[in-house]
């Protein structure tokens, strides 16, 4: 018997062949012209950005800026090139994590965007940003004028975003709020790590440090007279993607600095002295700091 492809298909079957390819086309032409789903929109460049901070890329001619967007000029021209925008948010602050920005958005959104072909990689939400950022509730809020509540979001969003990039190993970025931390791996945005500090405790993002491999986020607490409960009243919560969740006993009043990519200098006061933390190890190095309380630093905590 002979087939032929032709005469298989009658005039009545072609009709619902015809209508299904209609179906698909619109399909797909409604798919392609869908909203997205946080609102994005990458535009060519505009003369109307009003930048409310700007942070450099670091790399070619290319200059990032935030406010409203994410907005990219050129070094050499002052040509505004492109803008990364969403619908109702304003971005704050951005930092570069290895050849991404990422993004910290009035609304509470974290995003990850490559500035090489301007594509949006992830989106995360952080719950209790947005509230952290406006303030709102906290004394004297009620006074603030819009102004005053745009720079005091500005000036906390500077201080939310801690990118670990080392060049080994995946990158991620740790966002840091009073009330919770979390830890995104720059790739795909997964979730590492998260952390609420104990009740009636805070961390603080401004205190915050980090090297090429971790994070360590200072934690303050009230003091507290139950005995059989007693918090203390400071500490250090260090993060990474291999070992999550290590604590450094310390006063409540720590300042830390990056020596370099793998070491922090510890300074826990005039008594207890500097010594340094190194997060390769996930140690104290040794013959840091002074031997006796209130001696002089040593040659080794300093860089």
């Known amino acids: 018997m ?148 745009q720079q005091l979001a500005v000036q906390r969003a500077a201080t939310v975003l801690h990118p670990s990039a080392d060049p080994n190993a995946d990158a991620f970025i740790t966002v840091v709020t009073p009330g919770l931390l979390m830890g995104f791996r720059d790739r795909d945005g997964d979730l590492r790590f998260n952390s609420r500090p104990p009740a009636g405790c805070t961390f603080d993002p401004a205190r915050t440090a980090q090297s090429d491999d971790a994070a360590l986020i200072p934690r303050v607490c009230p003091p507290t007279s139950s005995a059989g409960a007693r918090q203390l009243p400071g500490g250090v919560m260090v993060f990474s993607l291999t070992a999550p969740g290590n604590f450094l006993n310390t006063g409540p009043d720590v300042v830390m600095r990056a020596l370099d990519g793998h070491r922090i200098a510890v300074d826990d006061g005039p008594v207890i002295g500097t010594w340094v933390y190194d997060t390769t190890r996930g140690a104290r190095e040794s013959g840091c700091g002074p031997a006796v309380p209130f001696a002089a630093v040593g040659p080794a905590c300093e860089k």
């Open 2 to 149: 002979s087939f032929n492809p032709l005469r298989s298909l009658s005039p009545r079957s072609v009709l619902p062949a015809a209508a299904a390819l209609l179906v698909l086309a619109a399909g797909a032409a409604a798919h392609a012209n869908r909203p997205q789903p946080f609102g994005d929109k990458v535009l060519p460049g505009v003369a109307d950005a009003s930048p409310v901070g700007a942070q450099s890329t670091g790399a070619g001619d290319l200059q990032l800026r935030t406010g409203p967007g994410v907005e990219a000029y050129s070094r050499t021209t002052g040509e505004h090139l492109w803008s990364y925008r969403r619908d109702g948010s304003t971005a704050l602050h951005l930092t570069m994590v290895g050849e991404d920005a990422a993004v910290v958005w009035d609304d509470g959104m974290v995003t990850s965007v490559n500035p090489a072909d301007h594509s949006v990689r992830w989106h995360r939400g952080v719950p209790g940003l947005a509230d952290w950022l406006r303030a709102d509730g906290e004394p004297g809020a009620a006074d603030r004028t819009d102004e005053q509540r």
